[in-house]
């Protein structure tokens, strides 16, 4: 796992006391539609936008009902989180204790799901309405540690003021995003909190090293399972007698005949036996196998591509979908892959590598990153997307649907070519 990017909320050698008060001011300000005094972090000011948008009440309370235990159960186990409860509650809630907060863990939709820690922090979180079941999402309760990870897919720190509402103000909170190692699928939050005054630099390091390690662990669980469906496959493949990969559900390559290896290839949803069409291979048969996919590559004519459609409407979900004489096919994009060609299909004459970076991060030097996830993003879409410079394939037509509010296009990005 590469290095990930975290938004603490104190800045370098700063005063936590005197912090808060600035940040009071600047919140102030910007709830009265005042000039501000300073401007806050980005990530929080675009999400205090969002906010004023969404008509968020700085003055509210949670509004939307608490799941009754029902519900909540099923949530638990539909979330794919309780596998990995063990290592955070390992990690985290002694900690908590000690340190006067609780953990928290969300799932994607956000609503609370577990609730571990200080008993006296914990009965402070539930006059707030931080409790099991609740919805913490930024529409329900505005910018927090928890609803504004789900939105920006990144881990961060939210302290006092830059809480949106201003019930929140006494407390610090750290969250980090935990995805499923197989397809990248966020699955939840999770997250530290306390009163305002145990604010530290360390605790979203700390947050976040526990939840990647997390990570590990089900990707371990997942290696072990491909490794199984490996032992399966091989003689599978001897008696096929042609190009064909035998992959899990996600997509994950446990064995291949007659075809360049790969780890893993792209998968439409709903995914059924029968003709399909693949962007890595074109016209394939897909047969059911236990725990995945027989897939052989067929001798029909490839189709010509004809459309692509790059749906952003969705803050949480983008996706594109292809569409040729062969059918037509969806694959759910991260975050991180939607801003690529959300650029690319804005500028169809093409991008550098550098030029992409500076569109990304503000910085043409950071090629590697962005010629990494290229190849990522090649290997999986085939045809759909050339090089030097980075495109999309001047024969497919290209799609983009975009949501009424040019400002909720991907809410999650910081990228200079999207929110400029």
């Known amino acids: 796992m590469g290095q990930r990017d975290l938004e603490a909320a104190l800045p370098a050698g700063a005063d936590p006391r005197q912090h808060a008060h600035v940040l009071a001011r600047v919140h102030e300000a910007a709830v009265a539609g005042r000039e501000l005094p300073t401007r806050p972090r980005p990530v929080i000011s675009a999400s205090w936008e969002r906010m004023r948008r969404l008509g968020v009440d700085p003055d509210g309370v949670p509004t939307a009902p608490v799941l009754t235990f029902e519900q909540l159960e099923g949530r638990r186990r539909a979330s794919g989180l309780a596998e990995a409860l063990p290592t955070l509650r390992g990690g985290l809630t002694s900690l908590a204790e000690q340190a006067a907060h609780i953990m928290v863990i969300v799932d994607a939709g956000g609503h609370v799901l577990w609730r571990d820690g200080s008993a006296a922090v914990s009965r402070r979180a539930d006059r707030v309405g931080f409790v099991e079941g609740a919805d913490w999402q930024e ?64 605790t979203l390091a700390l947050v976040d090293a526990v939840t990647r390690l997390a990570e590990t662990q089900l990707r371990t669980t997942h290696l072990t399972e491909l490794e199984r469906l490996r032992g399966f496959a091989v003689p599978v493949l001897a008696k096929v007698g042609g190009p064909a990969v035998v992959a899990d559900e996600h997509g994950w390559v446990a064995a291949a005949s007659g075809l360049a290896p790969v780890d893993r290839i792209a998968l439409p949803s709903g995914l059924a036996p029968g003709r399909a069409w693949l962007p890595a291979y074109g016209s394939v048969a897909v047969e059911p196998v236990p725990g995945g996919w027989l897939i052989r590559l067929t001798e029909d004519e490839v189709a010509p591509l004809t459309r692509v459609v790059l749906d952003v409407r969705s803050p949480r979900e983008p996706d594109l979908t292809v569409t040729s004489g062969a059918g037509t096919w969806t694959h759910r994009l991260s975050p991180r892959h939607a801003e690529m060609l959300y650029v690319l299909a804005s500028r169809r004459d093409g991008r550098s590598a550098s030029e992409l970076s500076l569109d990304l991060f503000g910085d043409a030097g950071r090629t590697v990153t962005v010629r990494a996830e290229m190849s990522r993003l090649r290997r999986h879409f085939g045809g759909i997307l050339g090089a030097k410079p980075y495109r999309f394939a001047d024969d497919v037509e290209v799609l983009v649907r975009r949501p009424d509010n040019a400002e909720a296009v991907l809410p999650h990005s910081l990228a200079p070519a999207i929110r400029g």
Request: charged share 15%; net charge neutral.
């Open 139 to 202: 529409e329900a309760v505005g910018t927090n540690a928890i609803g504004t990870t789900l939105v920006t897919r990144r881990a961060m720190q939210v302290y006092s003021a830059e809480h949106y509402v201003r019930a929140q103000h006494f407390w610090t909170c750290a969250a980090a995003p935990l995805h499923d190692p197989r397809d990248g699928r966020l699955l939840g939050v999770v997250d530290l909190s306390g009163p305002a005054s145990t604010v530290h630099a360390s």
